[in-house]
Structures are given as structure tokens and as C-alpha cells.
């Protein structure tokens, strides 16, 4: 991670999120900001450097997708948000507008520090120029266009290795099927999920010790797909 | 029921009170008033058949005071026309034999439409009484909703304090360091969790009645869906053991699939409740007119009684209620999720004691996708 303590800015109103927030960030070295509306969490965010925004949605001043919106057109700043309505249009919506995961409110810490440091792991990759993703057992590396399996050589279809490299770019993080389909077949078959789920179906006969019971490609219902850790082994992690 | 219950109080037109008296002396005074009506007239004009007149106060009486009224109309009038019009006037008479025919029929058809007058009213009281009722269960049911809806609101916004609080806690080193604190964190932690999920199964029936689902149909990788289902409370099933078995060529269906994880969870939420820890839950995906999924317990199965009952809204079975919790709209959702999604939910079990046997089937419509196309990359 970085090597200063990364700094995290909470934007939401209820004052108790905001308290539970700090205590879990503060607990895993964060140095935390909080923002109590949308105003002042977009000036929060213009004086000071941050490394991660957590983001409510439902804000008193402004709609949490028209914050989204104002920071992304100066800043690249992982952000994840908080979303308190569990419908999957929504979610797909927020990540589109530039938010890198999202969480449902009510959610457990660990599940937030999961999605949370994945984001900023990225973000550090791509500054560093870091070429290799490690997620589970498997190994991608982007300039070779080399897949490892427990240390052992992949064979994989163009196709399949798009697929897995435009989500191993995400890792930890979701990936809508949306952006998958245009990166992988391009903008004429955004609609067709199903060459989506019989690609991943294939690559999970190649890559998942139980195709059935996956622990490196997942899916998010409705949403799109995930490489990384489950919820399960997240908060195992963090234990 | 209450329609019954009116009939039985107040049969029509035989009520006693003072305004069945009331009405039987207007029935009279109508009746009366006609006869003194048709004397006058008499006078300028030959009326000749005065049995069609007579029918006013008959109809009268039956439309506003009912059958009693309306028979007592009917049998003065016949008097009274036999009396004042028919020769010899001031007799009761009766010379001519068409005459006889005449009041016969008079009687027959003052008989006849105030039957049918009074049917005809009580009916439409029925149906008006029937619309008010519906209307007010209606009215009733939305407010319901509407309550449903908004405290499920109001108590998710404290629970996520809570529960992101306690997963703090329940990880926090200091905390860690002393067991019995870290087994109180946890208990706050799954107790959290377990009421956010009744929340969310109130909140589930409240949009079922209410504004309507809008399912978001895609194709969908069956595996996932279990897979979605059993993730979303480990905690839940930790004391069950969960088989799975799917077929690797089972095809994808088209449904919406976090509505169908919904449906799932249900069951198998009712599957680990249901049955004694420790006791297998089987989860087998089968081909075969879509795709079916069945979940098998050992658990409490069910008499054919409680099957039958099964889709009602906040049914329990009664020999379970006492030991289990629940709000009984486990299998309700569960059904209404499935058929928005095009799918359809069977609840077998061989009786009380042998488990149960649910069977989700998922709808994959012949224009499937065909890997052909664009397996060459």
C-alpha cells in the first residue's frame, strides 16, 4: 500500500455511520476526514490530497450520483458508496458514473475494507506501472499476456484472456457486465450476457478448483463479476 | 357473512320496529289516496280498468317499505276496487266473471312485481354493501403497506449503525484479546444480522403488494444463484450440512436473478429452521422443462393439511410455531418472486416427521443461447 497512512475522507450525514467508520478505518492505520453533506465533503476533497472517498448516496444537499459525478470530472480518486437501495440497476448505474464498488447499507466492516483496499491497490498499481496481478492461486501478467495457475502455464482462448485481464485490472473490485461485453466483444454486443456467462463458465472449468463453487471469479447477481476475494475469506482476512 | 347476518336481523320487508309499522300505515294511506284519486277522476273521465293504477301504491310500497307493505297495498287495493269501482260500487260484489279475472290478475301481478322489487333493491344494497367493503379493505391493506414500508425504513437506518458498529467491534484487537468479549461482539453481530434479514422479508412483502415487482429478466448461470443464496447467511446454515449438486451442463435460465436468489433463500432459510442442526440440506439442480432446482430437508416435513394451507400470507404451522420464529412469509415471497420471474415453486413432503421437498423451476425459453456464434475467438 502506500507508505504514508492513507488518508480516507467518510461523506454521510448520519453522524453514527460516520462514528463506526472512523473506528474501523482508524483500526487499520487510515488517517480519517469526514464530510457531513455533499458541499463540504467536494471542498474536503479539493484541499487535501486523499487516497479514498466513502461515499453516502443519499446526502441532504445534493443526490450522492450528482457527487459522483462533480468529483469525477477533476478527480480519479477511488471511491466506494454506500448505497442503501438494493437495486441492482442502481448499482450498475453508480458504478458506470465512476464509483469503483459499492456497498449496501446495512454491511459489515470487513466487507467495506475489502472493496476498499482493493481500490486503492489498483490505484497504486497503475501509478507504480505494475504489470502483475495475484488474486487466489492465479497469476496475470499483463505485458507477457501470461496466465499461471499455481505456478503452472495457463492456456487460454484471446477471448478468455481479455476477459480475465479486464477484470484482473479491477481486482477485488466489480466489474458490470456492461463494461465486460463492450472491452471483450465490443459496443454492438452490450446486451448479450449470455456470451458472457458461457465465457465464464469456461474459464471457471480452467481456473476454479469447483466450477460450481467459484473462489476467484465471482459473480455479482445482476451486476456484473468480481475477481478476488469472497466475503467469506475477506473477512477471514481481516480477523 | 354480514350479509347473512343483516338477513337474518332484518328480513326484507318484515321488520317489526316502528318503522315497519310506519311503513305498513303509509303502504295504507297511499293506497287510500289512490282510491280517493281515482273517485275524483272518475268523475270527469271513465277510467274502465282500474287494476293498473293500483299497482303505483304496490310498487311504492315495495320499492320504499318493503315486502309486508307492499302485500298489504296490494290486497286493500284489491278490496278497495272491488269495493268502489267494480258494480255495484259499495258492495263487495262481484257480478261479471271478468271481473273476477281482473282482480285475480291484479293480484298475481301486484304479488309478483313487488317481489321482484324488493329482490331487485336488496340485491343492489348487497352489492353496494360488498363495494364499501372491498373499498375499505382496500384503503386498509394500502395503509398496511404503506406502515410496512416506512418503519422497515426507519429501522434499517439505526441497524446500520448497529451492525457496522459491531463488526468493528468484533474485530478490534482489544476486543480479540478477551473471549468473552469477542462471543458478546459476535452475538450483537449475528443478532444484527438476523433482524436486518426480517427487515429486508418485510420489505420484500411490502413491494410484493404494493408497488409491483419489475422483474430485470438476463440470462442467468443457475450455480450463482445457489452459490448467492447460501453466501447471503453463512451464519444462518453453519449448523447444517449443505449439499450441492449441480450438473455442469445445466443450461442457464432466463429469469431475474436476484429475485429467484431471494425466492431460494427463503427455502432454504425455511429448510435449516425447519430441521434438527446437524441434519442435511440437499441442493440438486436438475434439466429437464427448464431448469429445477429442489432443496430437501430432514426437518419437520408436512401433513397435508399444512400443505394445503402453505401459500397463505402469514401462515405458520402450528405445531412448529411454538419453537421456531418467523413471520410466515418465507414461502409467500418465496412463490411470488418465482412466478414474477416466469418460474414456479411444488412443496412436497411424504407427511409430519419426513422432511420436505421443494422444487423451484426456472423458466429457459427455446431461443437459448447458442455458443455457436462466438465460441471461435
Redesign the interface.
Known amino acids: 500500500m502506500t507508505e504514508h497512512a492513507p488518508v480516507v475522507l467518510v461523506v454521510d450525514d448520519?453522524v453514527?455511520?460516520r462514528?463506526?467508520?472512523r473506528?474501523?478505518f482508524e483500526?487499520e492505520g487510515f488517517v480519517v476526514r469526514e464530510a457531513a453533506d455533499a458541499a463540504a465533503g467536494l471542498r474536503a476533497a479539493t484541499l487535501q490530497p486523499l487516497d479514498l472517498v466513502i461515499l453516502d448516496l443519499a446526502l441532504p444537499d445534493l443526490d450522492g450520483s450528482d457527487v459522483l459525478e462533480q468529483l469525477r470530472a477533476w478527480s480519479a480518486v477511488p471511491v466506494i458508496v454506500l448505497s442503501?437501495r438494493s437495486s441492482?440497476?442502481e448499482k450498475v448505474r453508480l458504478l458506470e458514473a465512476g464509483a469503483d464498488d459499492y456497498v449496501v447499507?446495512?454491511?459489515?466492516?470487513?466487507e467495506l475494507l475489502a472493496r476498499a483496499r482493493a481500490a486503492l491497490r489498483r490505484h497504486t498499481r497503475g501509478a507504480a506501472g505494475e504489470s502483475i496481478v495475484k488474486v487466489d492461486r492465479l497469476q496475470i501478467d499483463f505485458t507477457t499476456r501470461t496466465v499461471l495457475l499455481d505456478d503452472a502455464r495457463l492456456t487460454l482462448?484471446?477471448?478468455?484472456y481479455r476477459l480475465l485481464h479486464v477484470l484482473a485490472q479491477h481486482a477485488g473490485n466489480v466489474v458490470t457486465?456492461q463494461h465486460l461485453l463492450q472491452q471483450v466483444?465490443g459496443q454492438p454486443h452490450m446486451q448479450d450476457?449470455?456470451?458472457l456467462?458461457?465465457f465464464?463458465?469456461k474459464l471457471r472449468?480452467k481456473i476454479e478448483a469447483d466450477?460450481?463453487?467459484?473462489r476467484i471469479l465471482l459473480?455479482e447477481?445482476?451486476v456484473g463479476y468480481r475477481l478476488g476475494l469472497?466475503?467469506?475469506a475477506a473477512e477471514k482476512a481481516?480477523? | 357473512m354480514q350479509a347473512l347476518k343483516q338477513a337474518i336481523l332484518h328480513p326484507a320487508g318484515f321488520s317489526l320496529g316502528p318503522s315497519g309499522f310506519k311503513g305498513y300505515a303509509l303502504a295504507l294511506a297511499a293506497v287510500g289516496a289512490t282510491t280517493a284519486g281515482i273517485a275524483a277522476l272518475n268523475h270527469f273521465v271513465d277510467l274502465g280498468h282500474v287494476g293498473a293504477i293500483y299497482l303505483v301504491p304496490v310498487l311504492i310500497a315495495a320499492m320504499r317499505w318493503g315486502l309486508g307493505p307492499a302485500l298489504l297495498a296490494s290486497g286493500t287495493s284489491t278490496v278497495a276496487s272491488a269495493f268502489f269501482f267494480y258494480p255495484p260500487t259499495y258492495s263487495f260484489q262481484i257480478q261479471k266473471w271478468e271481473q273476477i279475472v281482473d282482480l285475480t290478475l291484479f293480484t298475481i301481478v301486484a304479488l309478483v312485481t313487488s317481489h321482484l322489487v324488493v329482490s331487485i333493491k336488496s340485491h343492489a344494497e348487497m352489492a353496494e354493501r360488498a363495494t364499501n367493503e372491498a373499498r375499505m379493505r382496500a384503503e386498509s391493506e394500502h395503509l398496511r403497506e404503506a406502515l410496512i414500508g416506512s418503519v422497515s425504513h426507519e429501522l434499517?437506518?439505526?441497524?446500520?449503525?448497529?451492525?457496522?458498529?459491531t463488526?468493528?467491534l468484533s474485530?478490534?484487537?482489544a476486543v480479540?484479546a478477551e473471549p468473552r468479549l469477542a462471543a458478546l461482539a459476535h452475538v450483537a453481530?449475528d443478532e444484527?444480522e438476523r433482524l436486518?434479514n426480517d427487515i429486508q422479508n418485510l420489505l420484500d412483502a411490502s413491494r410484493i403488494s404494493s408497488e409491483g415487482l419489475r422483474p430485470?429478466f438476463?440470462?442467468?448461470?443457475p450455480?450463482?444463484?445457489?452459490?448467492?443464496a447460501l453466501?447471503r447467511h453463512?451464519t444462518r446454515l453453519a449448523g447444517h450440512a449443505v449439499e450441492?449438486e449441480?450438473p455442469?451442463d445445466l443450461p442457464?435460465a432466463y429469469v431475474?436473478?436476484?429475485l429467484v436468489?431471494q425466492a431460494l433463500w427463503q427455502i432454504i432459510d425455511n429448510a435449516a429452521k425447519y430441521s434438527p442442526a446437524g441434519a442435511s440440506i440437499r441442493i440438486v439442480g436438475r434439466r429437464g422443462d427448464g431448469v429445477a432446482l429442489t432443496v430437501s430437508d430432514r426437518g419437520a416435513g408436512l401433513s397435508p393439511a399444512e400443505q394445503a394451507r402453505l401459500g397463505e400470507r402469514f401462515f405458520r404451522g402450528g405445531r412448529t410455531a411454538a419453537i421456531t420464529t418467523g413471520s410466515g412469509l418465507g414461502i409467500w415471497i418465496a412463490s411470488a418472486f418465482l412466478r414474477v420471474s416466469g418460474g414456479s415453486l411444488e412443496v412436497a413432503s411424504e407427511g409430519e416427521g419426513c422432511g420436505t421437498t421443494v422444487t423451484l423451476r426456472l423458466p429457459v425459453p427455446p431461443r437459448?443461447?447458442e455458443?455457436g456464434d462466438?465460441a471461435h475467438?
Open positions: 448520519d453514527q455511520i462514528r463506526f467508520l473506528a474501523g483500526l442503501v441492482e440497476a447499507k446495512p454491511f459489515g466492516m470487513a482462448t484471446p477471448k478468455e457486465h466483444w450476457t449470455h456470451y456467462r458461457i465464464v463458465r472449468q466450477p460450481n463453487r467459484p459473480t447477481l445482476g469472497t466475503t467469506e481481516a480477523v | 434499517r437506518t439505526p441497524l446500520a449503525s448497529i451492525l457496522g458498529a463488526t468493528v474485530t478490534a484487537p480479540l453481530r444484527a436486518d430485470r438476463e440470462w442467468a448461470e450455480a450463482d444463484i445457489v452459490n448467492a453466501d453463512r450441492v449441480l455442469a442457464l431475474d436473478p436476484v436468489r437459448g443461447p455458443s462466438l475467438d
